[in-house]
Antibody, heavy 117, light 107 residues
């Protein structure tokens, strides 16, 4: 069974930093691209960042460029997202999701990031 | 970026009703359109991919159609467990953008 388990979300002050993790199991992690998708309270889904299966290429939403770094450790079956210079508007539930042919076929349960003073 | 627009934003219906939700892309995306169901407090689940293919274990009362810029999700006979928010997503080009969601509520 495919499982994705996010962690690392917490309350952080504006301008602070945070690292989210997503532990994968039940599939060959190194064979799949992975993404982070977020959902602000009461809002729709919004793509944040993506990484190829090997980790060789990364992609970011415009609002995340320069503040977010996606990475992965295929030996540990884990996806990461380092978030710096956090803003109040970054408050959201952050999901990791497995990508295949342009669709998100498996999602984690999400980890909540709250940016507030 | 490709913009995805869903209509309606919310919808009230009864058990047994036939329901249709529409998704429009700002440019042609071929058949690269996916639908997700999200229940309150839960992660999204893939329902339909490439416009009309049902994901594993999705009931046959769900169907999708369309190509190019206009797509629909149809639930043929609403069941109590179908009341949720439905979102479309284009998988044609990065960034993979989502519609704003359609909240399906019990009438």
């Amino acid at each position: 069974e495919v499982q994705l388990l996010e962690s690392g979300g917490t309350l952080v002050q504006p301008a602070g930093s945070l690292r989210l993790s997503c532990a994968a199991s039940g599939f060959i992690f190194r064979n799949y691209a992975m993404n982070w998708v977020r959902q602000a309270p009461g809002k729709g889904l919004e793509w944040v960042s993506a990484i190829t299966d090997s980790g060789g290429r990364t992609y970011y939403a415009d609002y995340a460029k320069g503040r977010v770094t996606i990475s992965r450790d295929n030996s540990k079956n884990t996806l990461y997202m380092q978030m710096d210079s956090l803003r109040v508007e970054d408050t959201a539930l952050y999901y990791c999701a497995r990508v295949i042919s342009g669709r998100y076929d498996h999602w984690g349960q999400g980890t909540l990031v709250t940016v507030s003073s | 970026d490709i913009q995805m627009t869903q209509s309606p934003s919310s919808l009230s219906a009864s058990v047994g009703d036939r329901v249709t939700i529409t998704c429009r892309a700002s440019q042609s995306i071929g058949s690269n359109l996916n639908w997700y169901q999200q229940k309150s407090g839960k992660a999204p689940k893939l329902l339909i991919y490439t416009a009309s293919s049902l994901h594993s274990e999705v009931p046959s009362r769900f169907s999708g159609s369309g190509s190019g810029t206009d797509f629909t999700l149809t639930i043929s006979s609403l069941q109590p467990e179908d009341f949720a928010t439905y979102s479309c997503q284009q998988g044609y080009s990065s960034p993979y953008t989502f519609g704003q969601g359609t909240k399906l509520e019990i009438k």
